[in-house]
């Protein structure tokens, strides 16, 4: 039961990330055909944002009333229902409405599945899960390039993610008994692993001992404060570098729109090749040394996107070198929530880190929109360096305070 149901969670990050790249690989043909201005994508992924903020936030009432199980397989099925509404829209209202039921999706399977993995699999299966999501990200861009190469528009596009959406859908819907059967595993360092260990079933109405952690309590646990603005800071750069990059090529550096699509795919390529590296010595270095240095790295790649060279090809290993420093971060981050707030806590803790992170990634896009049609789109590297230096120290800040074991 333990492998079936981790091979379908394996799928499902891969399914989960197909949607995130696409907006950012069609943007530059969809603005147009809709008529509207280049910056205005940051207004779909904020709709996008605020629905999974809201969803995230509730996330645990509702997980714990209908086990992460089920709660992943209804919010597959909205962002299929979701994609297959951007395939049929022709106006940009129309992305906005169908941007709704989409967050609402997103941002419920996030917080439940994340937390199901942090409380039964090692960090190693989280960092391997989370690269099977880039592994979706990477390939976005791909069927983006390939339905308008082929005729099909940014519009078949989406339809083919639908499609595969619904897909998973069907799977996880097949696989509901499977959930309840596998036990929690302990996290080193986490006081209370031991005594909750067992207690959280995922069968519908189960909750633990503790029951209900409300919002306010959540907030007044010692360094969830500082977590939530770590989250905030690293989800705000890689959903900017993932809408923004191919728009960086493209009215930065000139780079054929076709060419820029596949290409921006490096950054995502970079964060799915880091995780599985990652993965490999998840255990053993800890979560904070993969948090650490995986800033330390963006900053390095945010560098090298930003030196004036007449070759493109420095850019272009910026671009992966910033990915595979993103990628142990939001792995890392999650996986860690249980050992240094508590098994009962991290439900509650890990819904509002999501829509912490839903919430940098509603404000940097759109910022970075405002910033670059007053700047240029050129400032991109410098304001992924800021998204840097804010998520690192807030992360070291957290370090000093969190147990040993974290």
Not at 187 to 197: E, F, M, Q, R, Y
Not at 215 to 230: H, Q
Request: hydrophobic content about 55%; overall charge neutral.
């Amino acid at each position: 039961m333990y492998s079936l149901l981790l091979s379908i969670i394996y799928v499902a990050f891969v399914s989960l990330g197909l949607p995130d790249s696409l907006i950012g690989a069609g943007w530059p043909v969809m603005h147009s055909d809709l008529g509207v201005p280049v910056s205005f994508a940051g207004f779909v992924t904020m709709i996008i944002a605020a629905g999974t903020i809201v969803s995230s936030l509730a996330s645990e009432r509702v997980t714990r009333r209908f086990g992460a199980g089920l709660v992943t397989a209804v919010s597959v099925g909205m962002t299929a229902v979701a994609l297959v509404g951007f395939s049929l829209s022709d106006q940009f209202w129309m992305l906005c409405l169908w941007a709704i039921p989409f967050g609402m999706g997103a941002g419920a399977v996030d917080a439940a599945l994340n937390n199901y993995v942090a409380l039964h699999y090692a960090a190693r299966h989280m960092t391997w899960l989370h690269a099977c999501w880039g592994v979706g990200a990477s390939i976005s861009p791909f069927i983006m390039s390939y339905a308008l190469t082929s005729g099909l528009g940014w519009s078949g596009g989406y339809l083919i993610v639908g499609v595969i959406q619904a897909v998973l859908t069907a799977v996880l819907l097949f696989s509901l008994p499977l959930w309840g059967k596998v036990h929690a595993v302990a996290p080193a360092g986490d006081g209370d692993a031991t005594a909750d260990a067992g207690e959280q079933s995922d069968a519908p109405g189960a909750s633990s001992r503790g029951g209900h952690v409300p919002l306010a309590t959540a907030l007044r646990i010692p360094g969830v404060l500082l977590i939530l603005a770590a989250f905030f800071a690293y989800c705000g750069l890689e959903s900017t570098a993932i809408l923004w990059a191919s728009t960086y090529l493209v009215d930065g550096r000139g780079v054929e729109v076709a060419t820029a699509a596949a290409f921006a795919s490096l950054f995502v390529l970079g964060i799915t090749a880091g995780r599985f590296l990652a993965g490999v010595v998840a255990d053993r270095i800890g979560d904070k040394a993969l948090i650490r240095g995986g800033f330390v790295m963006v900053g390095v790649g945010a560098l090298m996107l930003a030196l004036p060279l007449e070759t493109d090809v420095v850019a272009l290993a910026g671009l992966v070198v910033a990915g595979l420093g993103s990628a142990p971060i939001y792995p890392a981050i999650i996986h860690s929530t249980p050992v240094n707030f508590g098994r009962r806590n991290s439900q509650a803790i890990i819904g509002i880190q999501m829509a912490a992170a839903y919430t940098g990634s509603t404000l940097a896009p759109p910022a970075f929109g405002l910033l670059s049609g007053a700047l240029g789109v050129e400032i991109l590297p410098y304001f992924l360096a800021v998204l840097v230096a804010l998520g690192l120290v807030m992360s070291e800040r957290l370090n000093r305070m969190a147990p040993a074991g974290a």
